[in-house]
């Protein structure tokens, strides 16, 4: 395609068929390469696609995401239903996920609340992962619903259901919390576990899964009122660090404390910072859950997780996301694992 005088194609008028002239190739393999399928035999060798690449970034071909969904029946993007954007380890997930989807021409789409069934029954995706199926109603039956639709490309991460025409990732915490649990309280006469306000969910934070698997811990022991040893802080990065403040100058400071979240952990740890409560000598605290470095100030925290996750997690989304091919789905069983830090001490 040659440019008269005028400059350079405005952005927006230029089309498939001028990318494929371009870079002299059929505007089948262009297609194949613009439209995140370039993993494909069809989207031709590496060179050839360099040539369409480069076609489409000199021309400024921008492709017509809702026509190409139309067309092809994928939305050239990744939706990961986290329900909160407070969490750090919903943020590394969404940062390895976007570094690993941006090779395949794909975007990343963050939904922040749990309405995902409402939101991807009208959405045109390439995958979508859902974290919050075993905590909102009937969740298990609304993913069955969406797979028997047009989605394809689910990823249920749920300890309650079996693969079918979707992928599913078990991990469940409730083995780790109750390790965390005896290995803290081999040391401590008091092990009290910090908890979001979940008063948005169904039975709130003292029914959740996680905290029921602290509950049980604790009952085992003999320790109790167990319900009594849940601190239930407002939900949030902030909100927590103030809340632990607050608890940590108290007359009910704690001396080992497992945490219900990564983002919960960061929070104690800026909290016992500040106040000048030694960590781990004065309180000892595990986080359920990896906490990625770059939110940690004070040296590594202590976690129950699964490792090298996020990038686990994120290749069975992409690779989800590049075979839409019928296929059955598998399981995929994530184990969790102790992983000291700074904030426990080494006479385990």
Known sequence: MTRDSRGPVPRGTVTLAD???AAGVSLATASFVLSGRGGSRSAGSESTKAKVRAAATELGYVPNRHAQAMRTGRGGGIVLTLGTLDDPWGVQLTTQVRDDALQ?????????????????????????LLTSIDFVENGPSL???LAASTHSGLVAFSAQMEP???DVVSSTPFLAIRRAYELLRSRHRRVQMLAPNLEHRAGGALGHPRTGAFLEAAHERGDGPAESL?????EGSHDTYLAAVEWLQGPDRPEAVICFTGYQAVALQLAAERIGIRVPEDLEFISIGDVPAKTEFFG???YYGVDDVFVRLSSIIIDRAIDREDRPGALHTFDWEFFPGTTTRDDE
């Not at 849940?230 to 407002?234: A, C, D, L, N, S």
């Open 19 to 21: 990318v494929a002239r």
């Open 300 to 302: 590594p925290i202590s």
């Open 143 to 145: 993913v069955r619903r």
């Open 104 to 128: 395949h021409d794909l975007s990343t789409l963050v939904l922040a609340d749990e309405r995902w069934y409402e939101y991807l029954l009208g959405a045109s995706t390439d995958a979508a």
């Open 230 to 234: 849940v601190h239930v802080v407002p």
């Open 164 to 166: 079918e025409e979707f």
